[in-house]
């Protein structure tokens, strides 16, 4: 499974390999992989309930993956495998892969080319991936909804910011908490939100939650943005708007992108690269092309007929 | 322009802290010691700073704990301790030859320490609670209130508590200023706080946790924070009440008194400071002062007022309440807050009605 | 052996207490299942039918004011549900909680005015509170006939829950609130049997409950109330076999820790387990787990 650092000239940025997210007995990601690289837009497609927002769970440490590995530029960033009662339970692919035994010997184990590597288990919080460099929005948008658009987007630079607890009470962080409002100032003017700064949050349009959504996850300065459904409930004309969006706020702040989304007017105009997911499993990946071309896909969104 | 405001706004808000300051000196002057007034007062800036302090917690960071009571006990038995003199340590510690501490600090001091150790109990106990939600964390801490009263009523630990008797003799306050200063400092700093970046991570907190986790709040350090922080004020605040009561006994902060806070929390406002020193004072005022009349047995001529009797101001009071919490949901304050602007609001307001008034005469 | 021997008198009063700690568990833990409320009115409503009994049997017979206490209490939930919850349905958790809290203080309040801050002496009812020796022990019929009631309610709701329409409904307002209601349920009916089925386990528990102790107080709800609500945390909050069970052990642990000497903590110890249970299982003994949707 391992691939070559570089492909095409471009890093990968994001390696999710043989992840599998098991709930009691339902298995809502099978044994997933998927790689994002350096600058690309990467959709993950799929019917409802296939489990791509479970996988965005998992990458951003809202949930622990019961069985996999995920790489971040080529470091481990969360690592799991089957323990206590799941042990028994587990009903996956590659239950062995990535327990400590397995990860220290040089045949069995994921990388099977006899490196050493920790092979520590690596569960972070969703705080942790953030300050990696890793930003998300949410399928039904989580603004916070007492502050104002200003506040909403400053929040991302609480945990930028050098300062403690008691710099903070006595102002004794004012350069830091200057320059925050500064840079959010500058990226609310360039969304264009500015004239609502002051507004509440939950009281702008909705086309407008979704940017400032957008605008907040920029904020914390990802280098992997993260979009769940950013479409969702947008007309056709408002779907192109965002997808010109996307593709501007890519190319101006050097992200790499993955989303979800169920518009495939929109996916299979902006992604380099898509991948469908079906019960959890992986069931096809390619350019848009080969994908709207796949048997199995068409099959999985529009059924298949049954011989009588 | 916004900073010449902001400046403005702060002289504003000194100036109207110095006139109260003055105003409460020169009532001392006027008025007797013991008038119900000062009474209000004084017990009203202590529950206020409590109210303050469960504000930041269950208004600003959405932590539902219910360890209030507890948390003052540990700083009022903390001030006790440390500061009754040594000479009436044989009276005040008769059953335990005399106690085991053999020092004291000065009040200052004390209070720091009150606060301290309130906040250290809090944050040994939030590092287990603080991963439960809502009604559980609500419900545990609570459970530990009620652990921490019966621990210091345990004889075992009677050298240093007293065991289930009355810790006294130590030194209070007679001026109404000192536990307005006190509590001012204290309520200050939690303005402070909550206006500043991590304040506004508890509102993160409050409002939304996995979207706060989402842009890289760390849950657990800042809840831990703002529960240690606000046990902190709970532990002077606790220590102030024992100088007003100037006797102090583990017996009397029940999980009532918590519920008393809850209440004055919420008639305030979730989510207002302002709110909730208003109201703390409202609530004191009413329950000590206004209400009082219902309790007497009254005469008009040879008729006897019926109801009125023992106990009947506590009955309106908490119908008063429930009106509160069924009716007005977000309190006197909401979770706005009350300023300069609040009183051109209040005016504006006054205006438009008096003038619809006025027009409706000249119709 | 010898520990049983020597500590009966504890057993017996624990597994007794236990039993009425049951009856009151359950009007928190369904009413939590339905609602997500834990009601903390509802101990004082507990108290409630302590000071009725005192003021009702002092002027009708037994056999009238028994009944007639049931009935009160019963009415007395109906109406603090209609009153002081239902208003509140859309309101967020924690509202609903104040609310409860709220007539818990309104509650123990009215109490204090009508009996002036006295305690008033529990009436002795008759043969329940007779006494009765069992092997070195002695104690009053009521700490035999609790437990041996307990199991027959119980035993009784359950079958009530499992087998009939009302219960059906209840299981489902439990499992989802919305959907229930969408299906038809009339939701304001199902709760407001859920709050009479409370208080009337609370009305009984309370007769035997106050038999065991000289008098009432206005604050004789809140300890049991929080200790009963306690005991159905541990069994697993919406479990009503679950509250049963961990009422029987709180009951029977606190008045062990009473007969070794360490009345002070007898208190104490419930909240300890209670806390220890939160941190380690949070849906307690028999409880099912829920998980937040992302």
């Known amino acids: 499974m391992s691939a070559n650092t570089v492909q095409n000239g471009k890093r990968n940025v994001l390696r999710v390999e043989n992840v599998t997210m098991q709930f009691g007995g339902v298995i809502a990601v099978n044994n997933l992989s998927l790689e994002v690289n350096e600058g690309e837009i990467v959709a993950l497609i799929g019917p409802n309930g296939a489990g791509k927002t479970t996988t965005f769970n998992c990458i951003t440490g809202v949930y622990e993956p019961t069985n996999g590995e995920i790489s971040f530029y080529d470091q481990v960033i969360v690592r799991n495998h089957p323990t206590g009662k799941m042990k028994k339970l587990y009903a996956g692919e590659n239950k062995d892969l990535y327990t400590r035994a397995a990860l220290r010997s040089p045949e069995k184990g994921a990388h099977g080319d006899g490196k050493r590597r920790s092979v520590k288990v690596l569960r972070p919080t969703p705080d942790q991936i953030t300050k990696l460099g890793i930003a998300r929005t949410f399928q039904n948008i989580r603004l916070f909804k007492s502050m104002t658009v200003f506040e909403n987007v400053l929040i991302a630079k609480h945990v930028r910011a050098r300062q403690n607890i008691f710099t903070a009470t006595f102002r004794l962080n004012y350069q830091e908490e200057k320059r925050a409002r500064e840079e959010c100032l500058a990226l609310l003017e360039e969304q264009g939100l500015l004239p609502m700064k002051d507004d509440l949050a939950t009281s702008l349009p909705y086309g407008l939650q979704r940017r400032l959504e957008i605008s907040r996850a920029l904020a914390t300065n990802p280098k992997l943005l993260l979009l769940d459904e950013p479409a969702a409930g947008m007309n056709p004309q408002e779907t192109q708007e965002l997808a010109d969006f996307i593709v501007h706020i890519k190319n101006k702040y050097n992200l790499t992108v993955l989303l979800i989304e169920h518009h495939m007017d929109l996916v299979m105009r902006i992604s380099d690269r898509i991948y469908v997911q079906d019960f959890g499993k992986l069931i096809a990946h390619g350019t848009p092309a080969e994908v709207q071309n796949n048997q199995r896909v068409i099959d999985a969104y529009l059924g298949v007929v049954e011989d009588a | ?363 | 052996m010898e520990f049983i021997s020597s500590n009966l008198q504890y057993i017996l009063t624990g597994i007794s207490v236990g039993g009425q700690y049951a009856l009151i568990a359950i009007g928190y833990t369904m009413v939590y299942g339905i609602l997500r409320l834990i009601n903390f009115a509802h101990g004082d409503i507990f108290m409630a039918a302590g000071f009725m009994m005192v003021y009702l049997s002092a002027t009708l017979p037994m056999y009238i004011a028994l009944p007639l206490v049931v009935l009160i209490t019963v009415l007395l939930g109906f109406v603090v549900e209609r009153v002081a919850y239902k208003p509140l349905r859309n309101a967020p958790r924690m509202s609903i909680m104040i609310s409860a809290i709220g007539v818990s203080y309104f509650l123990q309040n009215l109490a204090w005015y009508v009996t002036s801050g006295l305690a008033k002496q529990y009436p002795a009812i008759p043969w329940i509170s007779d006494s009765i020796s069992i092997g070195p022990a002695t104690t009053k019929i009521v700490t035999v006939i609790t437990p041996l009631l307990t199991i027959v309610l119980v035993t009784a709701l359950v079958l009530l829950i499992k087998h009939t329409k009302i219960g059906m409904a209840m299981r489902a307002v439990s499992r989802d609130f919305e959907t229930s209601q969408c299906m038809g349920i009339k939701i304001n009916f199902v709760i407001s049997i859920t709050f009479i089925i409370g208080s009337f386990l609370a009305a009984v528990g309370s007769l035997l409950y106050f038999s065991n102790y000289p008098t009432v107080t206005p604050i004789s709800g809140a300890m049991p109330g929080l200790k009963a609500f306690v005991a159905a945390v541990f069994g697993g909050i919406g479990s009503i076999p679950g509250a049963v069970v961990g009422a029987f052990i709180i009951g029977i642990c606190e008045n062990i820790i009473k007969g070794l000497g360490w009345t002070t903590f007898s208190d104490a110890f419930t909240f300890a387990l209670l806390i220890i249970i939160l941190v380690a299982k949070p849906t307690g003994l028999f409880g099912e787990k829920m998980t937040d949707k992302v």
């Open chain 2, 1 to 363: 322009m916004d900073k010449l405001q902001k400046r403005k706004k702060l002289i504003i808000t000194a100036a109207a802290l110095a006139a109260l300051f003055i105003i409460l000196w020169v009532l001392e002057q006027i008025l007797p010691a013991n008038a119900m007034l000062f009474v209000v007062l004084k017990k009203g800036a202590i529950y206020a700073l409590v109210a303050v302090s469960m504000n930041l917690l269950n208004g600003f960071t959405g932590l539902f704990s219910l360890g209030q009571a507890g948390f003052m006990l540990i700083g009022a038995y903390t001030y006790a301790i440390f500061t009754i003199p040594l000479e009436y340590h044989d009276s005040v510690y008769q059953y335990f030859n005399g106690g085991i501490i053999k020092f004291t600090v000065p009040v200052f001091a004390a209070l720091i320490m009150a606060g301290a150790a309130a906040a250290i109990f809090a944050y040994l106990i939030g590092l287990p609670v603080l991963r439960l939600k809502s009604d559980y964390l609500a419900i545990a801490t609570l459970g530990f209130a009620e652990i921490i009263r019966a621990f210091f009523q345990w004889d075992a630990l009677g050298p240093v508590t007293n065991g289930s008797n009355l810790l006294r003799q130590y030194p209070s306050f007679t001026s109404v200023l000192f536990p307005f200063a006190v509590a001012g400092v204290c309520i200050l700093l939690i303005v402070l706080l909550i206006n500043s970046s991590y304040g506004r991570a508890f509102k993160a907190i409050r409002d939304d946790e996995i979207a706060a986790e989402a842009m890289g709040i760390n849950l657990a350090k800042h809840k831990q924070l703002s529960f240690t922080i606000s046990s902190f004020f709970a532990g002077v605040g606790g220590a102030l009440l024992a100088m007003y009561q100037t006797t102090v006994q583990a017996n009397a902060f029940k999980s009532a008194m918590t519920y008393e806070i809850l209440l004055i929390v919420v008639i305030g406002g979730l989510g207002s400071v302002s709110g909730s020193v208003l109201s703390s004072f409202l609530f004191i005022a009413a329950s000590e002062w206004w209400l009082r009349f219902l309790d007497a047995d009254t005469y008009i001529g040879a008729f006897k007022v019926p109801l009125l009797a023992s106990g009947f101001r506590k009955v309106v009071f908490s119908v008063i309440i429930m009106i509160v919490v069924l009716f007005y949901r977000n309190g006197i304050m909401g979770d706005k807050e009350l300023s300069a602007e609040t009183f051109g609001g209040i005016r504006r307001f006054l205006r438009k009605r008096l003038g619809r008034r006025k027009e409706e005469v000249t119709k």
